[in-house]
């Protein structure tokens, strides 16, 4: 069993919030669905023999030509970044009616947004053979490069333009491994600045024991209930010393059914037990002929999560992918790793101890720095700690979609990471 079917049943409990009083609201297909309002590319980059993978380029609302280029991914492995698109940080919002609505607080405000699908087989990315599905986030690394290479080839204008990679969830494998695959290659024309990851699932080994920890402080289970599995954990590990990731994966599904058993809860979200996001509307929406139009993908089938590309890659991977954050580091790029804190699933507990685990330098200085208040409008919106060119985030009131959850945050956030400056957002 994976997380996936976590991800499934979460999905289909939710149903999406009207438009609220004064906000814009676009027509359907005769008033263009909104998308005039914008400035935007979309289509396919084909990687001969593989596949294709599926951009949607937004430009800046401010300075397109001088702002800055960030490349947002959504996780799964194989979940669309449309979902980002439209349900998070894009400038688009999609309504319970099959409408779109401005997002006040988009990133596109400040920069250019290139959404893309990836692996081969994600969203509209196509893949031309089943042997061609990646099946690790190195792997995926290598394509996602030449894509990057391809598309500059396509839009030269983001040649030596400052690039910062986005995502959250299982991209917090996947960025570090394209940080790193970026490094290796040293194209000339790719200026890597820094690597944005929220909510994300890096490591195993460090994030899941926090499950416990997180699960007790929030009142989902009680102090005896986390002692017990604990114990058992650590005995499965003294019998099991050989196959160590599965004593995790159990110890994971132990708490994860000590949470559930007796409520219903939105594991991304544990303030709720429904989502904000209905998977028929979206389905509905990029399986529309006039909205396939637009983006330059034809006859295709859409989906959130592909199974398909998601069965390849194993949930509970211990490869540490810590070592390609540490390679980054040392090259300057700068990591800057937020957390929704009310996601259950890749909780800010587990985030923040993998924080603390990586191994770059001056870490002790890291891990034993005081956290600081990061306010919004003079509004506390969290709390932070940062040395040299790592910050770690926790972000109030925001499960596991934080650009969804705290949309005026996000924008600040994502601000604050370029100016490499988080004082008070004002």
Known sequence: MKILVCILVVLSLGVLPGCGEGEERFGRREEGWGFEAEDYDAGRILLEPYGSLFYALIRSRMDPSNDPFVIWLNGGPGSSSMFGLLMENGPWKLVNDGDLERNE????????????????????????????????????????????????????????????????SYAGRYIPAISNEIIKQNYSTINLVGCAIGNGNFDPIVQIPE?????????????????????????????????????????????????????ALNGYDIRTSSTKWNVQELTNFFNNESIQKRLNVYQSEWVLVSQMVHSQFDMFDTTKISSNVEIGLSKGIRYFIFAGDKDLNCNWRGIEAWSNSIGFDCQDTFTSSRYQKWNVDGEEAGEFKHHDNFTFLRVYEAGHMVPMDQPKRSLAMLQSFIKNDFKDII
């Open 211 to 263: 499950l416990s920890v997180y699960a007790l402080e929030n009142d989902l289970i009680t102090k005896d209930q986390a002692d017990k599995t604990l114990i058992e954990h650590l005995e499965r590990l003294k019998l099991n010393r050989g196959d160590r990731i599965r004593c995790y994966e159990n110890y994971f599904w132990q708490v994860w059914e000590l949470v559930f058993s007796h409520r």
């Open 105 to 168: 607080y988009s990133w596109n405000n400040i920069a250019n947004i290139l959404y893309v699908d990836q692996p081969f087989g994600t969203g509209f990315s196509t893949v031309s053979s089943s042997e061609y599905l990646v099946k690790n986030e190195n792997e995926a690394a290598v394509y996602f490069h030449r894509f990057l290479v391809s598309f500059i080839e396509k839009f030269p204008e983001y040649k030596h333009r400052p690039l910062y990679l986005t995502g959250e």
